[in-house]
């Protein structure tokens, strides 16, 4: 007995969707890229070399059956149009290449559409020996984790605690990622306080809990 071979694979496989679609706008700078093909692929031909983003954006790709993600190290630009290739080095499961580069566009959101929903500090307590520094990091996001540039921080100490420690500097605007960073300084009474920090559009403060040891 003896049993043929199945019909073999000749056709190329292409892109049949991507998230972002072409031209799409007011894409969140965290967002991950998508390309969806018509067929399974070799996941070992799916690289950073065959799935690029323009304007030199590094991250890391991952294929899981026929959906390619290319995750970026960092957040996008915020108003800035990037272009996504999907190059003819892919392969099928065949072996089958595509027959050209695939390339797709879309630009990202302002930063002043995004509102802030959160805001957290970290540390969130210190044990400051007296007359030391300490350097706590305020993040601000919008809604699914986007970070928010250009909103204004401002840091307040609790009326008890006005001669105990200083917060320099007083008010900063966050940076791409939504940081910004603030010293507490102690002085040279032992006791306890807390440091606010409030961002615009938001009522509840990130508050650290101050022990000057």
Same mark, same amino acid.
């Given at each position: 007995?003896?049993?043929?071979? $199945?019909?073999?694979?000749?056709?190329?496989?292409?892109? $049949?969707?991507?998230?972002?679609?072409?031209?799409?706008?007011?894409?969140?700078?965290?967002?991950?890229?998508?390309?969806?093909? *018509?067929?399974?692929?070799?996941?070992?031909?799916?690289?950073? @070399?065959?799935?690029?983003?323009? $304007?030199?954006?590094? %991250?890391?790709?991952?294929?899981?059956?026929?959906?390619?993600?290319?995750?970026? @190290?960092?957040?996008? /630009?915020? $108003?800035?149009?990037? @272009?996504?290739? #999907?190059?003819?080095?892919?392969?099928?499961? +065949?072996?089958?290449?595509?027959? &050209?580069?695939?390339?797709? +566009?879309?630009?990202?959101?302002?930063?002043?559409?995004?509102?802030?929903?959160?805001?957290?500090? +970290?540390?969130?307590?210190?044990?400051?020996?007296?007359?030391? /520094?300490?350097?706590?990091?305020?993040?601000?996001?919008?809604?699914?984790?986007?970070?928010?540039?250009?909103?204004?921080?401002?840091?307040?100490?609790?009326?008890?605690?006005?001669?105990?420690? &200083?917060? /320099?500097?007083?008010?900063?605007?966050?940076?791409?990622?939504?940081?910004?960073?603030?010293?507490?300084?102690?002085? *040279?009474?032992?006791?306890?306080?807390?440091?606010?920090?409030?961002?615009? %559009?938001?009522?509840?403060?990130? #508050?650290?809990?101050?022990?000057?040891?």
């Amino acid at each position: 007995s003896f049993t043929t071979t $199945s019909v073999s694979d000749t056709t190329p496989p292409t892109v $049949s969707s991507t998230n972002p679609t072409n031209s799409a706008t007011g894409i969140a700078v965290n967002t991950p890229i998508t390309a969806t093909f *018509s067929e399974e692929m070799d996941v070992s031909t799916i690289t950073t @070399s065959t799935f690029i983003l323009s $304007s030199g954006v590094m %991250g890391t790709v991952t294929c899981d059956g026929n959906t390619a993600t290319f995750t970026p @190290s960092s957040n996008l /630009s915020y $108003s800035t149009t990037y @272009s996504a290739t #999907i190059t003819n080095g892919v392969m099928d499961l +065949s072996g089958n290449v595509m027959m &050209s580069n695939y390339t797709w +566009s879309f630009t990202t959101t302002a930063a002043t559409t995004v509102k802030a929903a959160s805001i957290v500090v +970290s540390p969130t307590e210190l044990n400051l020996p007296k007359k030391t /520094s300490k350097v706590v990091t305020v993040t601000v996001t919008g809604e699914n984790g986007v970070p928010i540039k250009g909103a204004t921080v401002t840091a307040t100490i609790d009326q008890n605690g006005k001669n105990l420690v &200083s917060i /320099s500097p007083t008010n900063k605007v966050t940076d791409d990622k939504g940081r910004a960073t603030f010293t507490i300084t102690s002085m *040279s009474t032992t006791a306890e306080t807390k440091v606010n920090f409030q961002a615009s %559009g938001l009522n509840k403060p990130a #508050i650290v809990a101050v022990k000057v040891l």
